[in-house]
Structures are given as structure tokens and as C-alpha cells.
């Protein structure tokens, strides 16, 4: 088989810079998203309308496929897209299927990971050609976590917990030459460069802002905070990840996007 690889979730946050990486490398390189392409992008690629919750489109985005990467996610569906999507590529003849998967989902009980979990499992069980990276949380995730809260009086902090924000585009990048190397079944984590005090992130990203605020550390409760508190989450033995917390929020801050 000699055909392109298909990225699920090509318009979102960690499919972008993929595709990006995957057409830099010279890869012949498919989008798959819910919404037409813009009559303006002129990239060299191709593009697949599919709407992986209903199926519609579906077939015809996996035919000749070599490499998927998956990307789309949502926690409310994603075991049913995970399957559904496999089920098409064993259809469309056995492509290589490389997952996107979250550091701890078999250690923190907490919804979605779950439900990535249990994709994860899907994939394994598939029949097809797979590999599955586990990465930590993207550093834009973590500060959103702050930054959302612009309309608060003061900003509020889980107690207890750490963080290991990862760059999202080492991780396309890592995902990259996964997709153009053999099947390798559950490859070792990829986390980010620090570990890192929920409060002491938070504090960064609001001077980065320009912001005071004071910060108040809040106890959540649960199985599944016990086990983030425990470090579940976290991947300190695999940080691979060299951009820190400080020099994405400085890219971000230039941008205008603080």
C-alpha cells in the first residue's frame, strides 16, 4: 500500500502542527474535519469531509489510506468514533493506526481517560498494524486553566497537584515520524521538560498576561484527584519534551494571545 496518511481531528489543536510537520517531510497527507475546506487554502494536501460521530463520509476518507492518525477526540464519544473508525480502516484493507493517548489514563480514574483508555484497548484488539503514544498535558491546556478565569477576582488553583506541560508540536513531531516509521505497538511517554506546582504554572501565566490576581488553592475531591495529586498524570522518567512553560507562554505573549 502507497497512498497518504489520513490525520483525524487535521484542524484541531495537536492535528495542525502534524499536518504541518507531516507535509514538511514531504508526506503525501489527507485532512479529515466535519467542515468543507476553505475555498482559500491552497496547501498541498487533500481533504476528506467526515463526520466521525455519525460515520457519514467516513468510507471514503480511510479508502487507500496508508498510515491514520487519530486525533479527534471527545471524551463523550470517544470509545464509539474509536471503533467506528477502526472498523472502516479493516474495510479499506489495514492501514497503519497510530492513536494519541493521555499519560496516566491507567492510573487516574477520571472520565476521559477512560474513555482513553479503553480506545486504547480498541486499537490493541483491532487487528490492524498499530502504535500508541501516551503524551502529558499540552502546555495550552494548562494555561487555560488560569486564563479562562479572567473574570474572577482571584484565581483559583487545585491544592496538591503538578503538572508536566509538553510543547504540542514535539508531539506532532514525535507522532510524525511515528506515522512514517513501521507499526511499534505502545511506544514509551512523552511529557514535558519540568514538573511542575499547579500554583507556581498558574503564577507564571498571569504575569505573563500582565495580570495580578491572587491565587487560591482550592481541594477537589475524589478518587480522581487523589490519584493526579499522587502524580498519576505525570511522566518524570520520560521528559523528552525540551520547550518550557515560560518560553511557550513568551511565543504566545508575542503573538498576542495573552
Known amino acids: ?35 468543507p475546506r476553505r475555498a482559500d487554502d ?19 476518507a480511510v479508502e487507500g489510506a496508508e498510515t491514520i492518525v487519530h486525533c479527534a477526540t471527545n471524551a463523550r464519544n470517544d470509545v464509539a468514533t474509536t471503533r467506528r473508525l477502526i472498523d472502516a480502516a479493516r474495510r479499506a484493507g489495514g492501514p497503519h493506526l497510530v492513536y494519541i493517548s493521555i499519560v496516566g489514563v491507567d492510573r487516574v480514574p477520571f472520565f476521559s481517560y ?18 500508541i503514544l501516551r503524551a502529558t498535558q499540552f502546555h495550552d491546556l494548562v494555561a487555560t486553566m488560569t486564563l479562562a478565569q479572567r473574570r474572577l477576582p482571584v484565581t483559583l488553583v487545585p491544592a496538591g497537584l503538578r503538572f508536566q506541560p ?20 505502545r511506544v514509551p511517554d ?34 480522581a484527584f487523589r490519584a493526579y495529586r499522587a502524580g498519576g498524570h505525570l511522566a518524570p522518567d520520560r521528559a523528552v ?16 494571545r495573552l
Do not use: H, I, Q
Not at 12 to 32: I, N
Not at 45 to 56: M, N
Not at 241 to 256: D, I, P, S
Open 1 to 35: 500500500m502507497d497512498g497518504p496518511t489520513l490525520v483525524t481531528g487535521g484542524t484541531g489543536t495537536l492535528g495542525r502542527p502534524l499536518v504541518d510537520r507531516l507535509l514538511a517531510e514531504g508526506a503525501a497527507v489527507r485532512v479529515m474535519s466535519r467542515r
Open 42 to 60: 491552497d496547501r498541498p494536501y487533500t481533504w476528506a469531509v467526515c463526520d466521525l460521530a455519525s460515520g457519514k463520509g467516513l468510507g471514503a
Open 114 to 131: 477512560d474513555a482513553k483508555l479503553a480506545a486504547e484497548r480498541l486499537v490493541e484488539g483491532s487487528g490492524l498494524p498499530w502504535t
Open 166 to 185: 509538553v510543547e504540542v508540536t514535539e508531539v506532532a513531531g514525535r507522532l510524525a515520524e511515528l506515522a512514517r516509521s513501521a507499526p511499534a505497538g
Open 190 to 223: 512523552m511529557g514535558g521538560p519540568e514538573v511542575r506546582d499547579a500554583r507556581d504554572l498558574a503564577a507564571s501565566a498571569l504575569r505573563a498576561a500582565g495580570r495580578r490576581r491572587r491565587l487560591v488553592p482550592v481541594r477537589l475531591p475524589g478518587k
Open 241 to 256: 519534551g525540551t520547550v518550557t512553560f515560560e518560553e511557550y507562554l513568551e511565543r504566545r505573549a508575542k503573538a498576542g
